[in-house]
């Protein structure tokens, strides 16, 4: 059977004219007209949270996160892996074919041209495809301006007064009302940050999208920088960027998606174990939610349609003739 589909009457209702939002309590927008009385009433609420000056803070860090390391010497094959981790099969190639050794040179060449030649028959259909990292982002990233915002994610703690907002340095801040220790989350491995999600029923574990798979931390309140040792990095040859994550309603499990393709990872965290998803057609996919009760998945494609994943057998239903993409 199918699901019952929810409708836009049971959210909030959007501000009358002449007023403006002022924050979100317990699911629900609150908004007050813009005269100075009723801005007074608001502020005065507000008045125990911190306040983050969001461009000064992060803009005054403009170095990325990778340049904070310092660089290691690594053979030609070394630089291949690490790139076959993060790039996948076309930057490997290409990695070996600019090396020194000839026969190796060679014949990557050769490989990387039937590679990119099959590539540009799929890039034909989605032309996305062909995107650099940066503008596959600009395109498919929640954010509304992800290449010149200072903030490009920011995620609420479910049940903790926190606040984890990523910035344009690559490195993620959580605020906390109770605390005046404010951690900032920063590694090699976390570049091109597209989406945070906070695991559900545990007060300190939250899980960073970015270029080349989901770094998932334990965030100790009283640490100002943790080490790597807080952090996970899971990854999948080739995947990436990635663009969304959600965690099922037990925090057993992290689902991640990127539009580059229409596989959809499933993690289970505690043993770094992963099953990929896949479904032909739809060019990749840039968004996904797991439902309150954890029955489905839901996720997006680039093209009109959507797919809706049952998670018991995991068999998916798709939903077709929208008039535009998810």
Request: net charge neutral; proline share 3%.
């Given at each position: 059977s199918r699901m019952s589909m929810a409708s836009l009457s049971l959210g909030s209702p959007p501000p009358p004219l002449g007023a403006w939002t002022t924050?979100?309590?317990?699911?629900?927008?609150?908004?007050?007209?813009?005269d100075e009385q009723e801005y007074s009433q608001s502020a005065s609420q507000l008045s125990g949270y911190p306040t983050v000056m969001v461009k000064t803070q992060l803009s005054s860090s403009a170095v990325s996160s990778h340049d904070a390391f310092l660089p290691q010497e690594e053979t030609l094959w070394q630089r291949?892996?690490?790139e076959w981790k993060v790039s996948g099969l076309s930057a490997a190639l290409e990695n070996l074919a600019e090396g020194d050794e000839p026969w190796v040179s060679s014949l990557c060449g050769c490989l990387l041209s039937l590679v990119r030649w099959v590539g540009s028959l799929h890039g034909w259909l989605y032309p996305h495809l062909k995107f650099s990292c940066n503008e596959m982002l600009v395109e498919f990233s929640q954010a509304s301006d992800w290449s010149n915002s200072a903030v490009r994610a920011i995620a609420w703690h479910p049940i903790a007064p926190k606040l984890a907002v990523a910035g344009n340095d690559d490195v993620v801040r959580v605020f906390c009302l109770v605390t005046e220790t404010w951690p900032q989350l920063k590694h090699k491995s976390q570049q091109h940050i597209a989406c945070l999600a906070w695991r559900p029923l545990a007060?300190?574990?939250?899980?960073?999208?970015?270029?080349?798979g989901v770094v998932v931390w334990e965030v100790d309140p009283q640490v100002m920088r943790p080490s790597s040792n807080a952090m996970q990095h899971l990854t999948y040859?080739?995947?990436?960027?990635i663009t969304s994550v959600s965690w099922s309603p037990t925090g057993h499990l992290l689902a991640a998606c990127s539009p580059s393709t229409t596989r959809i990872m499933i993690w289970s965290?505690?043993?770094?174990?992963?099953v990929p998803l896949h479904r032909f057609g739809g060019g990749g996919t840039p968004f996904l939610s797991w439902s309150p009760d954890g029955s489905h998945v839901i996720s997006s494609t680039v093209s009109k349609f959507f797919r809706v994943w049952e998670t018991q057998t995991w068999t998916c239903e798709k939903y077709t003739n929208l008039s535009d993409r998810c």
């Open positions: 924050c979100e309590r317990n699911c629900e927008y609150h908004h007050e007209l813009s291949a892996w690490r007060r300190n574990c939250l899980a960073v999208g970015c270029r080349s040859s080739g995947y990436g960027p965290v505690a043993s770094e174990c992963v």
